[in-house]
């Protein structure tokens, strides 16, 4: 079994679903299950997300070997939970030393969007408009800047 497949099945059997419901809830027959499972095929790249989707886990836990355990779900939760409720508030974003992002080094910005482990961030001044995705993963502090009054 390779490691993905490892993870797929022990996610699916913690959760309690067996092949066949999780083949039907990703359209998939049975036999594909298995075959992910058992390391002969791995899932089509359009599959991972509602793989991961349906265990309750982040695609880089199912994609990368690295990623032994998923991270506890309920605090996974109450960060993605803080981050959908900061789309539109103002920041500053502090990046760990090997992942400084030069852009928006010191600079006020906006959380434009939230998507699992990334998030659109946007920053403007006088003269331009500066939009990246930024994974989550490089991000040190989140310093959330009060509205002027």
Request: charged fraction near 35%; hydrophobic fraction near 35%; glycine fraction near 4%.
């Amino acid at each position: 079994m390779n490691e993905m497949g490892n993870k797929i099945a022990k996610k699916r059997k913690d959760l309690g679903i067996t092949q066949n419901e999780f083949a039907e809830k990703l359209n998939v027959t049975r036999q594909t299950v298995s075959r992910w499972e058992a390391g002969s095929v791995l899932p089509d790249i359009d599959k991972i997300s509602d793989i991961a989707s349906i265990l309750d886990v982040t695609c880089d836990f199912l994609l990368k070997d690295d990623v032994k355990e998923e991270n506890d779900t309920h605090s996974n939760g109450i960060l993605s939970r803080l981050l959908n409720d900061s789309v539109g508030k103002k920041i500053k974003l502090n990046f760990y030393e090997d992942e400084n992002d030069i852009d928006f080094y010191n600079k006020v910005c906006v959380i434009d969007e939230f998507e699992g482990n990334w998030m659109r961030v946007v920053a403007e001044n006088d003269r331009e408009r500066i939009e990246k995705l930024i994974p989550l993963s490089s991000i040190r502090s989140i310093e959330y800047v009060k509205e002027k009054e």
